[in-house]
Nanobody, 113 residues
Framework: QVQLVESGGGLVQAGGSLRLSCAAS????????MGWYRQAPGQQRELVAR???????DYLDSVKGRFTISRDNAKNIVYLQMNSLKPEDTAVYYC???????WGQGTQVTVSS
């Protein structure tokens, strides 16, 4: 079955960095577009970054220049490198196979001021 497992979240001070990882199984990873979403308390889930199977990327305006999505098709992993973190980046971050209902369990990112 399809499984997505995120890791790499944690507590970091403003200005710091974190790298999230999402390991996928049960799919032909290289053929799928992948995305990272986040959901803050009381807010709707929003798409932060996405990468097509061909490597085309797209970002939420508020993270452009700070976050980078990448993928390793040999390892079936998609990453989200987050730099210059801000308190408003605090949220649970989820990995998703785009255009499907497959989600990871989420990983908490907390940025202190």
């Amino acid at each position: 079955q399809v499984q997505l497992v995120e890791s790499g979240g944690g507590l970091v001070q403003a200005g710091g960095s974190l790298r999230l990882s999402c390991a996928a199984s049960g799919i032909i990873f290289r053929l799928n577009a992948m995305g990272w979403y986040r959901q803050a308390p009381g807010q709707q889930r929003e798409l932060v970054a996405r990468m097509s199977s061909g490597g085309i990327t797209d970002y939420l305006d508020s993270v452009k220049g700070r976050f980078t999505i990448s993928r390793d098709n040999a390892k079936n992993i998609v990453y989200l490198q987050m730099n210059s973190l801000k308190p408003e980046d605090t949220a649970v971050y989820y990995c998703n196979i785009l255009a499907t209902a497959y989600w990871g369990q989420g990983t908490q990112v907390t940025v202190s001021s």
